[in-house]
């Protein structure tokens, strides 16, 4: 009995560690710890990826506001250069017109010079025609001798001669008138100025004494220009010059 006894006491002491029921257990514990330790590291991943992500999707509407306030002020420099463009454009307007009144009423300007300078054809015209129509002939003849010069092919040219040689006969200069009338016929045979040229051919003709020039001329504005005023004064005229026994 003593021997089993001391057999079944050698036999318990020699049960091998990992098969002790304490070491399995703990071991269970300790696989069952790695794997919620592994959990949480993953979820601590997941936590870590989310918050970058985040951070990126605010990145991506911070680069968002940047790029719309950038646009918005580029549409703001725009709006501004437009406005200064369209200030420059009115005070560049507001500098010729004050140019072409300063000619109209002081006639200062200087002799070759336009009436506006750098203006186009129709300011510099309309200038000269306000210095005709307001009896300042001396003024109005050389500003249109200037807008011929400076304006050759513009389509107020044929106006502007015949204006010219206007401002010869209201001051009575006939010898002077006559050539310049001439030259509306000659250069501008297009220009609605014709008829009031002839007739004011035949009228220099009237006034210096060359009746024959003067009755070709009044006649001729009757025959080839019947429905206008020029053809009623010219035969005012011719009538006026038969009385007198011309």
Known sequence: LLLAVVFMGGCELTVPLEEAPVYVKVSQVD????????????QSLMSLVAEIE?????????????????????????????LYQDIDQR???IEKRGAQLNAMETGTSNPGQLPVPGGDDRSNYQAAFELLKQG???????????????????ELSGNAQYWL?????????????????????????????????????????????????????????????PETTAARLAIQRLERMAGEGH
Do not use: M
Request: charged share 30%; net charge negative; proline share 4%.
């Open 91 to 93: 005070l560049l307007a």
């Open 165 to 225: 040689a206007e401002t010869h006969y209201v001051s009575q200069r006939f010898e002077q008138a006559l050539p310049e009338f001439v030259k509306v016929l000659d250069q501008y045979p297009d220009s609605l100025k014709i008829p009031d040229a002839l007739l004011k051919i035949g009228y220099c003709n009237y006034e210096l004494g060359h009746w024959n020039e003067a009755r070709k001329a009044l006649n001729r504005v009757s025959s080839e220009y």
């Open 54 to 82: 985040k951070l990126n999707q605010a990145t991506r509407e911070l680069r968002n506001d940047v790029e719309t306030l950038q646009h918005s002020v580029e549409q703001s420099g725009q709006r501004q250069r437009d």
């Open 136 to 154: 300042r002939y001396d003024q109005a003849g050389p500003a249109l001798q200037q807008f011929l010069a400076a304006f050759p092919d513009s």
């Open 31 to 42: 696989k069952r710890l790695d794997r919620v330790e592994s959990i949480l590291e993953n």
